[in-house]
């Protein structure tokens, strides 16, 4: 594959709000040993690269500073030692860096097979949410075959991911959202119950739907005055599991609470992990998630894609929190 010397990612000069994103050029990156270089031509969006933008969440150490971290698109070129995948191989990928771009790297152990029928922008919806939600919820927390969960942000990116996957093991899955038309669409990707936290209580309603034993588990991506009311509503040695804090990073919780009960609360960041960490969870998601969207039982829910250059555009509509499901940026081929 001839290789061009420059590509067209997106950059800013300066922290800020959505303006403050431009398409600059860079060169291309090289891969290092271990790793490929992909040609994207989809990239997902996430709320972490609205906090990366504004300042708030810069890459760890050693990851590309250009914002996204996830990709589909075409193995161009193979770093030393990389011998599970070739050039010319369709792919997407979890990266910790650089997806907002024409060429990105991704190690080899972060990345998938496109599922059959997948176009570039559902390939792209898939890394970093089923990532995230198989790491947390089955792997941190370890939800068993009888339990019930509760998502909070049902419908996001993670948390339409969050629904179909338990829904698709067996479990009995819970949800708020911020209005009816997102409720009614967490319910038709298979909640339960999906809660309009601006109308009801989430921990009544959840309380009588379970009898007032609650929920086994919980996936948090609210943090702040959300913990102590979380925790009235987990059953006996419940667990919650906080993957973001949009309502603020302090809370003030009954310690007496978690010791009578056996309570857990927990938490993780994906991007900042090893490359053996990722590599080891995208075989369980390969082993365990790949067979239900090859066959149709899950699958992404996208709400828009927009072209590179109207990435502002992108984070606007992130930032309004008007979506439901994913949100993709097309980078041409």
């Known amino acids: 594959m001839n290789l061009p010397q420059q590509m067209q990612c997106v950059g800013f000069a300066a922290p800020g709000g959505p303006e403050v994103l431009n398409l600059i050029e860079r060169p291309l990156p090289i891969p290092k040993p271990g790793e490929v270089l992909i040609k994207v031509a989809a990239a997902g969006i996430n709320r972490a690269d609205c906090y990366q933008r504004e300042g708030a969440y810069p890459p760890p150490p050693g990851a590309s500073d250009i914002l996204g971290l996830e990709v589909a698109g075409t193995v161009a070129a193979l770093g030393e030692g990389v011998s599970n995948l070739k050039v ?79 829904k698709a093991l067996g479990h009995r899955v819970f949800v708020t959202a911020g209005s009816d038309e ?58 919650i599991v906080l ?20 309570l857990t609360v927990t938490g993780s960041t994906l991007r900042a992990r090893d490359e053996n960490f990722k590599t080891m969870v995208a075989n369980a998601v390969k082993d365990k998630v790949w067979p239900l969207l090859e066959a149709g039982k899950i699958a992404p829910v996208i709400s828009a894609a927009f072209p590179l250059g109207q990435v502002a555009d992108a984070h606007r509509l992130m930032e309004s929190s008007q979506h439901i499901g994913k949100i993709i940026l097309k980078v041409e081929q």
Not at 184 to 203: P, T
Not at 249 to 260: H, K, N, P, T
Request: proline share 3%; glycine share 12%; hydrophobic share 40%.
């Open 88 to 166: 010319g191989d369709r792919v997407c990928a979890l990266v910790s860096g650089g997806a907002y771009a024409q060429y990105c790297t991704a190690h080899s152990g972060s990345c998938f097979p496109i599922p059959a029928g997948y176009d570039w922008v559902k390939a792209a919806a898939l890394p970093e949410t089923f990532m995230t939600v198989w790491s947390n919820i089955w792997m941190r927390v370890g939800l068993k075959p009888d339990e019930t969960l509760l998502v909070q942000g049902g419908s996001s990116g993670i948390g339409t991911t969050a629904i179909q996957l338990a």
């Open 182 to 239: 997102k409720c009614a669409a967490c319910e038709k990707l298979g909640a339960e119950k999906a809660i309009n936290y601006n109308k009801e209580d989430f921990v009544e309603v959840v309380k009588k739907l379970t009898d007032g034993r609650g929920v086994n588990v919980i996936l948090d991506m609210v943090g702040g005055d959300y913990i102590p009311r979380e925790l009235n509503v987990l059953a006996e040695e419940g667990r």
């Open 243 to 262: 993957i973001a804090f949009q309502r603020g990073m302090q809370a003030s919780v009954d310690l007496g609470l978690i010791m009578r009960r056996r």
